[in-house]
Protein backbone atom coordinates (compact mmCIF):
# COMPACT_ATOMS: atom_id res chain seq x y z
CA UNK A 1 0.00 0.00 0.00
CA UNK A 2 1.67 3.47 -0.75
CA UNK A 3 2.15 6.09 1.54
CA UNK A 4 -0.85 8.45 -0.40
CA UNK A 5 -3.53 5.59 0.04
CA UNK A 6 -2.41 5.17 3.99
CA UNK A 7 -3.15 8.99 4.19
CA UNK A 8 -6.27 8.99 2.63
CA UNK A 9 -7.70 6.00 5.07
CA UNK A 10 -6.46 7.80 7.59
CA UNK A 11 -8.16 11.39 6.75
CA UNK A 12 -11.34 8.42 6.22
CA UNK A 13 -11.23 7.18 9.84
CA UNK A 14 -11.03 10.84 10.91
CA UNK A 15 -13.80 11.91 9.16
CA UNK A 16 -16.05 9.02 10.47
CA UNK A 17 -14.89 9.50 14.32
CA UNK A 18 -16.09 13.25 13.98
CA UNK A 19 -19.14 12.46 12.45
CA UNK A 20 -21.83 13.97 15.09
CA UNK A 21 -24.43 11.29 16.39
CA UNK A 22 -27.85 11.81 15.67
CA UNK A 23 -30.93 11.96 18.19
CA UNK A 24 -34.57 12.33 18.00
CA UNK A 25 -36.49 12.60 21.46
CA UNK A 26 -40.10 12.85 21.40
CA UNK A 27 -40.96 16.15 23.11
CA UNK A 28 -44.17 18.36 23.59
CA UNK A 29 -45.77 20.16 20.84
CA UNK A 30 -45.65 23.05 23.54
CA UNK A 31 -41.62 22.70 23.76
CA UNK A 32 -40.97 21.57 20.53
CA UNK A 33 -42.79 25.12 19.24
CA UNK A 34 -40.63 26.84 21.72
CA UNK A 35 -37.29 25.54 20.34
CA UNK A 36 -38.58 26.38 16.92
CA UNK A 37 -39.82 30.13 17.76
CA UNK A 38 -35.80 30.79 19.42
CA UNK A 39 -34.57 29.16 16.26
CA UNK A 40 -36.87 31.60 13.97
CA UNK A 41 -36.01 34.69 16.30
CA UNK A 42 -32.36 34.00 16.52
CA UNK A 43 -32.01 32.85 12.70
CA UNK A 44 -30.54 29.48 13.90
CA UNK A 45 -31.54 26.29 13.04
CA UNK A 46 -33.69 23.99 14.87
CA UNK A 47 -31.00 21.33 15.37
CA UNK A 48 -28.18 23.68 16.43
CA UNK A 49 -30.68 25.13 19.01
CA UNK A 50 -31.33 21.93 20.61
CA UNK A 51 -28.13 20.81 20.88
CA UNK A 52 -26.77 24.63 22.59
CA UNK A 53 -30.17 23.93 24.95
CA UNK A 54 -28.61 20.45 26.10
CA UNK A 55 -25.07 21.09 26.27
CA UNK A 56 -25.86 24.26 28.18
CA UNK A 57 -27.96 22.27 30.50
CA UNK A 58 -25.46 19.22 31.10
CA UNK A 59 -23.18 22.76 32.40
CA UNK A 60 -25.64 24.00 34.45
CA UNK A 61 -25.54 22.91 37.87
CA UNK A 62 -29.13 23.66 38.41
CA UNK A 63 -30.44 21.50 35.57
CA UNK A 64 -27.96 18.87 36.83
CA UNK A 65 -29.33 19.21 40.43
CA UNK A 66 -33.33 19.23 39.38
CA UNK A 67 -32.68 15.73 37.18
CA UNK A 68 -30.57 14.11 40.00
CA UNK A 69 -33.94 14.28 41.45
CA UNK A 70 -35.15 11.20 39.21
CA UNK A 71 -31.30 9.49 39.36
CA UNK A 72 -31.39 5.70 40.02
CA UNK A 73 -28.03 5.05 39.26
CA UNK A 74 -25.08 6.71 40.99
CA UNK A 75 -22.85 8.99 38.91
CA UNK A 76 -20.05 11.70 39.12
CA UNK A 77 -20.88 14.34 36.93
CA UNK A 78 -17.83 16.68 37.24
CA UNK A 79 -16.87 17.13 40.86
CA UNK A 80 -19.44 16.03 42.38
CA UNK A 81 -21.52 12.48 43.09
CA UNK A 82 -24.86 12.27 42.69
CA UNK A 83 -26.50 9.12 44.60
CA UNK A 84 -29.05 7.00 42.83
CA UNK A 85 -31.76 5.32 44.35
CA UNK A 86 -33.70 2.25 42.30
CA UNK A 87 -36.50 2.92 44.29
CA UNK A 88 -37.21 6.08 42.41
CA UNK A 89 -39.99 5.74 39.20
CA UNK A 90 -38.60 4.90 36.08
CA UNK A 91 -39.08 7.77 34.11
CA UNK A 92 -37.91 5.93 30.56
CA UNK A 93 -41.74 5.25 29.39
CA UNK A 94 -42.95 8.32 31.39
CA UNK A 95 -44.56 10.69 28.41
CA UNK A 96 -44.84 14.26 27.89
CA UNK A 97 -48.52 15.46 28.38
CA UNK A 98 -50.66 16.58 25.68
CA UNK A 99 -49.18 15.90 21.64
CA UNK A 100 -45.67 14.80 21.39
CA UNK A 101 -43.57 14.85 17.86
CA UNK A 102 -39.84 14.30 17.40
CA UNK A 103 -36.83 16.50 17.18
CA UNK A 104 -34.04 16.17 15.15
CA UNK A 105 -30.87 17.06 17.22
CA UNK A 106 -26.78 15.94 16.42
CA UNK A 107 -24.16 16.12 19.11
CA UNK A 108 -20.46 15.96 19.01
CA UNK A 109 -18.95 12.37 20.65
CA UNK A 110 -17.68 14.18 23.57
CA UNK A 111 -20.81 15.80 24.37
CA UNK A 112 -22.82 12.35 23.42
CA UNK A 113 -20.92 10.83 26.22
CA UNK A 114 -22.01 13.37 28.54
CA UNK A 115 -25.51 12.21 27.20
CA UNK A 116 -25.27 9.01 27.58
CA UNK A 117 -23.73 9.43 31.19
CA UNK A 118 -26.64 11.21 32.08
CA UNK A 119 -28.63 8.40 30.91
CA UNK A 120 -27.07 6.13 32.61
CA UNK A 121 -28.02 7.54 35.84
CA UNK A 122 -31.34 8.29 34.89
CA UNK A 123 -31.59 4.75 34.17
CA UNK A 124 -33.26 5.64 30.34
CA UNK A 125 -32.06 5.55 26.57
CA UNK A 126 -29.98 8.80 25.52
CA UNK A 127 -32.55 9.78 23.40
CA UNK A 128 -35.10 9.80 26.56
CA UNK A 129 -31.99 11.53 28.80
CA UNK A 130 -31.85 14.42 25.74
CA UNK A 131 -36.03 14.75 26.20
CA UNK A 132 -35.79 15.32 29.41
CA UNK A 133 -32.37 17.55 29.38
CA UNK A 134 -34.34 19.54 26.43
CA UNK A 135 -37.26 20.28 28.95
CA UNK A 136 -35.43 21.13 32.19
CA UNK A 137 -32.54 23.11 30.22
CA UNK A 138 -34.99 25.06 28.55
CA UNK A 139 -36.93 26.00 31.75
CA UNK A 140 -33.37 27.81 33.09
CA UNK A 141 -34.32 31.72 31.88
CA UNK A 142 -30.61 31.91 32.82
CA UNK A 143 -30.02 29.55 29.40
CA UNK A 144 -32.12 31.74 27.36
CA UNK A 145 -30.88 35.20 28.60
CA UNK A 146 -27.23 33.84 28.17
CA UNK A 147 -27.95 32.26 24.72
CA UNK A 148 -29.60 35.74 23.35
CA UNK A 149 -27.24 38.11 24.55
CA UNK A 150 -24.71 36.02 23.11
CA UNK A 151 -26.11 35.51 19.80
CA UNK A 152 -26.80 39.48 19.83
CA UNK A 153 -23.00 39.96 20.45
CA UNK A 154 -22.07 37.30 17.32
CA UNK A 155 -24.62 39.88 15.32
CA UNK A 156 -23.96 43.29 16.38
CA UNK A 157 -21.02 45.41 16.68
CA UNK A 158 -19.56 47.05 19.75
CA UNK A 159 -21.26 50.55 19.35
CA UNK A 160 -24.81 49.09 19.06
CA UNK A 161 -24.14 46.47 21.33
CA UNK A 162 -23.86 49.68 23.96
CA UNK A 163 -26.58 51.34 22.60
CA UNK A 164 -28.52 47.96 23.28
CA UNK A 165 -27.18 48.17 26.86
CA UNK A 166 -28.35 51.41 27.84
CA UNK A 167 -31.23 50.64 26.62
CA UNK A 168 -31.66 47.80 28.73
CA UNK A 169 -30.48 49.64 31.82
CA UNK A 170 -33.24 52.69 31.39
CA UNK A 171 -35.96 49.75 31.18
CA UNK A 172 -34.74 47.79 33.98
CA UNK A 173 -34.30 51.02 35.80
CA UNK A 174 -38.19 52.23 34.52
CA UNK A 175 -39.77 49.27 34.96
CA UNK A 176 -42.74 49.27 37.42
CA UNK A 177 -42.66 45.25 37.71
CA UNK A 178 -41.64 42.88 39.87
CA UNK A 179 -40.29 40.30 36.60
CA UNK A 180 -36.58 41.45 35.94
CA UNK A 181 -36.12 42.37 32.23
CA UNK A 182 -34.26 39.86 30.70
CA UNK A 183 -31.86 40.11 26.85
CA UNK A 184 -34.98 37.18 25.45
CA UNK A 185 -38.03 39.62 26.36
CA UNK A 186 -35.76 42.72 24.33
CA UNK A 187 -35.23 40.65 21.73
CA UNK A 188 -38.11 39.63 21.31
CA UNK A 189 -39.88 42.44 21.44
CA UNK A 190 -37.61 44.02 18.94
CA UNK A 191 -38.36 41.38 16.55
CA UNK A 192 -42.03 41.99 16.88
CA UNK A 193 -41.74 45.54 16.02
CA UNK A 194 -39.01 45.18 13.03
CA UNK A 195 -40.41 41.47 11.58
CA UNK A 196 -42.03 42.70 8.73
CA UNK A 197 -39.65 45.01 7.72
CA UNK A 198 -35.93 44.49 8.83
CA UNK A 199 -33.82 41.94 6.25
CA UNK A 200 -32.07 40.27 9.39
CA UNK A 201 -31.78 40.81 13.86
CA UNK A 202 -28.18 43.11 13.10
CA UNK A 203 -31.17 45.09 10.84
CA UNK A 204 -34.04 45.32 12.77
CA UNK A 205 -31.81 46.57 16.22
CA UNK A 206 -30.30 49.21 14.02
CA UNK A 207 -34.32 50.12 13.69
CA UNK A 208 -34.93 49.84 17.17
CA UNK A 209 -32.35 51.96 17.84
CA UNK A 210 -33.29 54.62 15.72
CA UNK A 211 -36.70 54.39 16.88
CA UNK A 212 -35.66 54.68 20.46
CA UNK A 213 -33.11 57.92 19.90
Same mark, same amino acid.
Given at each position: ????? @?????ATR????????? *??????? *???????????????????? @? %????ISG?????????????????IRL???? +????????????? *??? @????????????????????????????????????????????????????????????????? %?????????????? +??? #???????????? #????????????? *? @????????
Amino acid at each position: MSAGQ @GSTRKATRKQRSDKKRH *VGPTISI *VLKDTIHRLSYITDTPVKDV @G %EAICISGMKSRKVVEYLAQSFRREIRLGNTL +YMGDLSRPSLQRK *VAA @GKTERISIRFHAHDYEGISALAYALDVSPTRATALLLDASIRNSEFLNDYVRDYLRRELDERRME %ELRKVMRYLRKNNP +YED #DLTWTHLLTYIY #DEVKDSAQSVADG *V @GMFISRWR
